[in-house]
């Protein structure tokens, strides 16, 4: 069964960092896309960062910049380095990968709040 646990949320002053991180098990594919997104109250899921098994990365523009996501191909995860950070990136973040030949699989997920 695959699961996704991610850590490294909380509260957080607006400027401040965090980082998160999510460990992928129970499988035994290569994956091909790992990735966070954030929903906020009220608002629609959105990809915030995704990176490839090669390491190729995608990022939303509203943290382009500000975020860096990262992987761990040994250990099958991945993080998001948040810096310079907004009140409006207060979200509850999900992890999320993509396994052959195409589903998809997401955390329980993990608050971020930052503080004005």
């Known amino acids: 069964q695959v699961q996704l646990v991610e850590s490294g949320g909380g509260l957080v002053q607006a400027g401040g960092s965090l980082r998160l991180s999510c460990a992928a098990s129970?499988?035994?594919?290569?994956?091909?896309?790992m990735g966070w997104y954030r929903q906020a109250p009220g608002q629609q899921r959105q990809m915030v960062a995704t990176?490839?098994?090669?390491?190729?990365?995608n990022y939303a523009d509203s943290v382009q910049g500000r975020f860096t996501i990262s992987r761990d191909n040994a250990k099958n995860s991945i993080y998001l380095q948040m810096n310079s950070l907004k009140p409006e990136d207060t979200a509850v973040y999900y992890c999320?990968?993509?396994?052959?030949?195409?589903?998809?699989?997401w955390g329980q997920g993990t608050q971020v709040t930052v503080s004005s």
């Open positions: 129970g499988f035994t594919r290569v994956w091909n896309l």
């Open positions: 990176i490839t098994s090669g390491g190729r990365t």
């Open positions: 999320n990968i993509n396994l052959p030949p195409s589903r998809n699989y």
